[in-house]
């Protein structure tokens, strides 16, 4: 007997449509390796229409008070919360993501970041208007971009589809968003859910590969284009955008150092940093996967991050126990075994370093010890459960380590010394330095890098005026 696959479809002006020339791309459960779906491989015709009805939202849509825009976003977090469970089994399927820690550590933080955008809405600042020069009077207006193409990655679908459309919307934006080929099914319920609440226009999904988002980020209607995803796309992104001179949000790679000082609690250090390396099946561009480590406690610190990596549980979505599912796909499997295979021989697999089972494409928890700084897994992303461990003698040294790679993302310092830990939060290059902990994020703080892991802000204040434009009004008095 034949499963009929389901159908997903693009959302444009406030309806869904096939591909305008029906052509699609099958979908695959990364915990299965079958395919369970197709969705539209979109083409020009579907930008521009996209586009078209974006632009056509915009003035109605820019002109709304921030206290209504306020109104339809807590709407959609209101929204978000009834529908809980369908997001919760839409992102499990197009992930593999285990269902309780989605339902725990996704949907929450997600509502969250939709409220809290709602009231950003209302907190716009600017400088005080005055007379700067005598007899005339200078105000600041601080006005939404117009509209915004978005590109979102596979690794986490439905939070960072909120990244992209939460702030945009706020601001007073229309959007025009694209997910990951691999994992449309949840964006395409968050376009059923909103589409629900706003204008037609203001909120538009079309789906595709990477050939579509190329169509997206050099139309000319868009004045603003933001990816979340790899380097090699962030840079393309920047190029296509460069020929019309849009403006760019990147949020790219990641590679972040987790600097273990003599003093650190060894036991709560491990056990923190294993769950900040291995969730997500370490997808994550902030996951803790490199760890630098003082030579005076490296061996007892291996030791132990090798039996919490051994102890940990990958498997199926509906397994409780497990803390990570699948990698994305047969990609993303192929790139991480590469690393591994590809050791130097002076590195040793400590834990993992191999394939879990034949279906779908998980990966064991895995630890890699005795690596030197310009060997490949240290300088280039993983992107899967895997972390690195290196040794270091001092200070001095554990900072050229840490910013010795070409990403600056996320970074954190394990110590009791205090002022240890703030000149290693000065020094450190990366746009988010933790101390004692790795990987919580608040919607009120912002998240976003420097060198090639990006530049521009989610979350926050910062994130929120990313998307405006300042306008500087001078009138005579005379």
Not at 466 to 473: E, L
Request: glycine content about 8%; aromatic content about 8%.
């Amino acid at each position: 007997m034949t499963t009929e696959l389901r159908r997903l479809r693009n959302y444009i002006n406030g309806e869904f449509r096939d591909a305008a020339d029906g052509r699609t791309i099958d979908v695959v459960n990364p915990a299965t390796g079958e395919v369970y779906a197709t969705s539209p491989l979109s083409g020009q015709a579907d930008v521009d229409a996209a586009m078209e009805a974006a632009a056509a939202a915009f003035p109605a849509w820019r002109d709304t008070t921030p206290a209504e825009r306020q109104k339809v976003l807590l709407k959609i977090a209101d929204a978000f919360e009834e529908r809980a469970e369908d997001l919760i089994a839409a992102e499990s399927e197009n992930t593999g993501k285990p269902i309780e820690l989605t339902r725990t550590e996704e949907v929450p933080p997600m509502v969250d970041q939709i409220r809290f955008f709602a009231g950003a809405a209302r907190m716009l600042e600017g400088k005080s208007a005055g007379e700067y020069m005598e007899g005339l009077t200078s105000i600041i207006r601080r006005e939404p971009v117009g509209v915004c193409a978005q590109v979102a990655p596979w690794n986490y679908p439905m939070m960072m589809a909120v990244w992209k459309f939460a702030p945009a919307l706020a601001a007073g934006n229309t959007v025009v968003l694209k997910p990951s080929d691999t994992t449309p099914a949840s964006t395409v319920l968050i376009a059923e859910i909103i589409g629900s609440i706003v204008p037609k226009g203001v909120f538009n999904v079309i789906c595709g590969d990477r050939e579509t988002g190329r169509a997206m980020v050099e139309h000319p209607t868009p004045a603003m284009a933001s990816i979340t995803g790899s380097v090699r796309a962030g840079m393309q992104v920047a190029e296509s955008a460069a020929k019309d001179v849009k403006r760019v949000h990147l949020e790219l790679g990641g590679k972040a150092p987790v600097v273990v000082f003599e003093d650190t609690d060894i036991a709560k250090a491990v056990e923190d940093i294993s769950v900040a390396g291995f969730f997500n099946a370490g997808q994550d561009c902030t996951a803790a996967t490199r760890v630098l480590v003082h030579e005076s406690i490296h061996d007892e610190f291996v030791a132990a991050l090798a039996k919490a990596a051994s102890e940990t549980k990958t498997g199926q979505p509906d397994d409780a126990d497990v803390l990570y599912g699948p990698l994305n796909n047969a990609n993303q499997l192929g790139q991480v075994s590469g690393f591994i295979d590809r050791l130097p021989a002076h590195a040793k697999v400590e834990a993992g370093g191999h394939r879990v089972g034949d279906k779908g494409y998980f990966y064991a928890p895995t630890v890699v010890s005795g690596l030197k700084q310009d060997d490949e897994i240290v300088q280039n992303e993983v992107f899967g459960p895997v972390i690195t461990v290196q040794s270091f003698r001092d200070e001095e040294q554990a900072l050229e380590y840490a910013n010795g790679v070409e990403y600056a993302l996320a970074s954190s310092v394990w110590t009791k010394d205090h002022a240890r830990a703030m000149r290693m939060s000065k020094a450190l290059d990366f746009g988010c330095v933790w101390i004692n902990t790795h990987i919580p994020l608040v919607a009120e703080m912002p998240h976003g890098g420097f060198k090639k892991s990006g530049y521009g802000k989610d979350l926050s204040a910062y994130g929120f005026e990313d998307y405006t434009r300042v306008k500087h009004v001078m009138t005579s008095l005379g």
